[in-house]
């Protein structure tokens, strides 16, 4: 008995040694991992409640879209804007706005509103957002501009469209060769073999005859 109560308390006074050498550690780790798994869970919450703020003004911008309210569309996509940037639903509360104010022919904020959502929003939203702003760019004749918004790393599914829009801001500026590179691109990369769109870009290109 004696000889176990030996062992054990050779056992307490190594934990005890070990504990002033490494207690504070473990009690740092402990309350990190703590404090680690409490914001996790409150930036979820967080994150929760955001969105679904944000989805019930969104709500209220596609009412006002579809009542053709144009103050109230465009006062909703701007509280989304400012408030709740970083939800998904503030890119696809400034592409509707921005359609709406299209369809007004308010070309100019159509067009801010379409490149608030280039700059923020996320993944084919932004590449969609990116598409749209410079179609208008290419009705405003900011074809430079344009150019500059088709640039660069996209979704592999809107490579075709990437592409005869850069077909068209081409055309458009007179360069011929480019814009039928551009089209015939938009071809190879086209899902659709047999479809209208496809129709279309062949009619596009066709309409730049043979290269020289």
Avoid: C
């Avoid at 940037?85 to 706005?97: E, N, P, Q, S, V």
């Avoid at 360069?175 to 590179?181: F, I, Q, S, V, Y």
């Amino acid at each position: 008995m004696a000889h176990y109560d030996l062992e054990e308390q050779e056992q307490i006074d190594s934990l005890k040694t070990w504990w002033k050498m490494y207690g504070n550690l473990v009690t740092g780790l402990v309350v990190a991992a703590s404090l680690a798994m409490v914001g996790w869970q409150g930036w979820n919450w967080y994150q929760g409640g955001q969105s679904a703020k944000a989805a019930a003004i969104y709500g209220v911008l596609e009412q006002a879209a579809s009542a053709g309210d144009a103050q109230k569309v465009k006062a909703s996509a701007g509280e989304l804007a400012e408030k709740f940037g970083g939800t998904h639903y503030a890119a696809l509360g400034a592409m509707l706005a921005a359609r709406q104010s299209f369809d007004a022919g308010d070309l100019k904020t159509a067009r801010t509103q379409l490149t608030w959502a280039a700059e923020n929003a996320k993944d084919e939203l932004k590449d969609l957002a990116r598409l749209r702003l410079a179609a208008i760019l290419l009705d405003d004749k900011a074809y430079d501009e344009a150019l500059k918004q088709l640039d660069g790393a996209r979704a592999a599914a809107l490579d075709a469209r990437f592409l005869e829009m850069k077909g068209d801001v081409l055309a458009a500026q007179g360069k011929r060769p480019e814009a039928r590179t551009a089209y015939k691109s938009a071809l190879e990369k086209s899902a659709d073999k047999a479809g209208a769109g496809r129709e279309l870009l062949q009619q596009k290109l066709d309409s730049l005859g043979e290269a020289a």
